[in-house]
């Protein structure tokens, strides 16, 4: 194989072949494949694109650089996937809701890349909780539990987990053809039945024109369907967060408030009954999408959600008596410092990617491959948009690990939030419906 070979075709916008993307991806698996020469392949398939040909060659090379799963279950195999945005922590309630339902969820998660969070980096601000398992232990808390939320092994497609921590530091995560290539390469490798991908469109999100967003759910629509799983794809805005929380241990403690019930997030519902009842759908326990939403809210409203969540947890090393007592394990924050408006009106534009900035800035994000997380820090009670305050109101709050770190990002989150005399129109959470 001759990697500068390769890397010189891609570089000067000429078709790879389906062996030669087998070869590069072999490469990134074995450690052939050095990192800068990843980095230059991901540059170029960022300037250049990659033909519908390639895309596919490259997302089925790197699911079959690892092992791909195989399930004799009661029921579907199903999963959902989100292109990342700010307080997006659909997967933590919809999981178990989906195993409440009947469905069997073997979720391969991901890492924060660029400004948005990661469920894996959520995940284990939870103590005990193990990311990475054996296969066979894997499979057995699926089984068991109808839901595992984990990283990609190394029996996964490696070839993904090498590109996907090479381009949250190069500058390369927008790359549709790589967003295609990478989540579906993990998805197929999983064995699945059904998946929904919400794509964030906005500007918290990776994408933030519409037309780009739609562009990329057709590719994984079209790409998902191609390799013979039922796919369809949603997309949401994300001209503001999703959940009042941005940041890892406060992104779980309100999603275990949600499950359980004791605070209403009006958007995060939303999204979840939608993506849960098309999911339903497609896996066959429903007649129709509206049918699917009904029992995904029974799953919520019962507490079958709550208690699913609960025995994924446990077994996977968290705590038993998390969900009675989050304050106890959950990471907290050494200092807590609320953002004061300076002035009164409706709340008109947030810039959500400057959110997901300051959250980085506090140390809940990476700047480089290997930086370890501060996980306890972030924001949460941030406003909505559209809301009107009066100066004086919080804007949100700031948990720090010390008083200088909250200073440090203040300014910027001030500034992110935009206040008008005049409401402003609020775009629905959901958009189209791609399949």
């Known amino acids: 194989m001759n990697i500068p070979e390769i890397l010189s075709k891609i570089r000067d916008g000429q078709i790879l072949s389906v062996f030669e993307l087998k ?14 020469q990843a980095g230059a392949f991901a540059m170029a398939v960022c300037v250049h694109g990659l033909s519908e040909e390639e895309r596919v060659g490259l997302t089925l090379a790197m699911r ?52 948005t969070g ?16 054996p296969e066979g232990e894997f499979q057995k808390i699926v089984t068991d539990v109808g839901c595992a939320i984990v990283g990609a092994g190394k029996g996964i497609a490696p070839a993904d987990k090498r590109l996907y921590a090479i381009r949250d530091i190069t500058s390369t995560v927008e790359s549709i053809d790589l967003i295609t290539a990478s989540i579906l390469s993990k998805k197929l490798a999983a064995g699945l039945e059904g998946l929904i991908l919400d794509v964030k469109v906005g500007n918290g999100a990776l994408i933030s024109q519409p037309d780009e967003a739609k562009r990329l759910a057709r590719s994984l629509v079209n790409g998902a369907n191609g390799a013979g799983c039922k796919t369809s794809a949603r997309l949401t805005d994300m001209e503001q967060p999703l959940a009042r929380a941005a940041g890892n241990s406060l992104e779980i403690y309100n999603a275990i408030e949600f499950l359980t019930g004791s605070k209403k997030d009006s958007r995060l519902r939303e999204v979840t009954l939608s ?34 969540f609960a025995q994924m947890i446990s077994a996977l090393g968290g705590p038993e008596d998390l969900i009675e ?38 140390g809940g994000g990476r700047k480089q491959q290997d930086d370890t997380l501060d996980l306890s820090v972030g924001l949460d009670q941030i406003i909505e948009l559209g809301t009107a305050i009066q100066s004086g109101d919080i804007l949100c709050r700031i948990h720090s690990k010390n008083e200088k770190s909250a200073d440090s990002v203040s300014k910027n989150l001030l500034s992110a939030f935009t206040v008008s005399n005049s409401k402003p129109i609020v775009p629905p959470v959901l958009g189209e419906l791609i399949n």
């Open 23 to 36: 070869m590069f991806s072999k490469g990134l698996a074995s450690g052939l494949v050095s990192d800068a």
């Open 64 to 115: 079959d650089s690892g092992n791909v799963q195989k399930w004799d279950l009661p029921g579907p195999v199903l999963d959902k996937h989100s292109t990342g945005g700010i307080g997006d922590n659909v997967s933590l309630v919809l999981a178990p809701a989906l195993a409440a339902c009947g469905a069997y969820i073997p979720m391969i998660s991901g890492r924060g890349l660029g400004h």
């Open 118 to 133: 990661g469920t894996l980096d959520k995940l284990e601000s939870i103590p005990g909780y193990r990311t990475l398992l």
């Open 275 to 308: 993506l849960g009842g098309e999911l339903l759908y497609l896996g066959g326990l429903v007649k129709n999408c509206r049918d699917g939403e009904i029992k995904i809210e029974l799953a919520l409203s019962s507490g079958q959600a709550i208690e699913r």
């Open 325 to 362: 007592d989050c304050r106890k394990h959950l990471p907290e924050a050494s200092y807590i410092f609320d953002l004061i408006a300076v002035e009164s009106g409706y709340v008109s534009k947030i810039d959500v990617r400057a959110i997901g900035q300051a959250v980085i800035e506090l």
